[in-house]
């Protein structure tokens, strides 16, 4: 964190002024030959301060498991920190489409992403943030987070401006979940 703020002090080109709110996430079949996809996926940085921006990458609930109506739960899941991106969680543990074999033995190496069969969003949507400030892809100027307190305020400040870009999922039922932080 402090080498990332020093840069970004010395340096305030290093990031985006306007990162994108929201946009669709599609791979090359060189990297998802392996999978079959029944959802949309969808990430981007959401405003949490004036000068901060929390990432997050979205999978829709499964379509051949779910039948995506009302009653299928939003999931929140965070692996917080100090230093801990969620995208850990999305890509190895509990995210529908996970690294596994993608580096083993040249026998096995596909270099190609691989369905979870247990994916969280066979169950809901789940949503993966990368907080507090400065963890992972999330990013800022302002002050780094110093409390349980502060990051609880950024989550929900996050959850407010997500909810705007996602209005169709804000009166689902709720479910946040996570490790570490």
């Known amino acids: 964190e402090r080498e990332l703020r020093a840069r970004t002090a010395a340096d305030?080109?290093?990031y985006c002024d306007a990162p994108v709110a929201k946009g669709q996430v599609t791979f090359p079949?060189?990297?998802a030959g392996r999978t079959t996809q029944n959802f949309d996926m969808f990430s981007g940085y959401v405003n949490v301060t004036e000068q901060d921006w929390l990432f997050y990458w979205f999978f829709e609930a499964d379509n051949k498991t779910t039948d995506g109506g009302d009653d299928v739960p939003l999931i929140v899941w965070t692996n917080g920190g100090?230093?801990?991106?969620?995208?850990?969680?999305?890509?190895t543990e509990n995210g529908p489409?996970?690294?596994y074999r993608i580096k083993e033995s040249y026998d096995l190496a596909t270099g190609q992403l691989s369905n979870n069969p247990y994916a969280w969003n066979t169950k809901g949507h789940v949503l993966y943030v990368d907080q507090p400030k400065y963890v992972g892809n999330s990013f800022g100027y302002g002050e780094a987070c110093h409390s349980s307190e502060e990051a609880g305020e950024d989550i929900v400040t996050f959850l407010q401006g997500w909810y705007s870009l996602f209005p169709?999922?804000?009166d689902r039922k709720l479910v946040i979940s996570g490790e570490s932080y």
Not at 82 to 91: N, V
């Open 168 to 170: 169709q999922h804000a």
């Open 29 to 31: 079949e060189s990297l």
């Open 12 to 14: 305030p080109t290093t």
């Open 82 to 91: 100090p230093g801990c991106s969620a995208m850990e969680g999305a890509t």
């Open 97 to 99: 489409l996970v690294l």
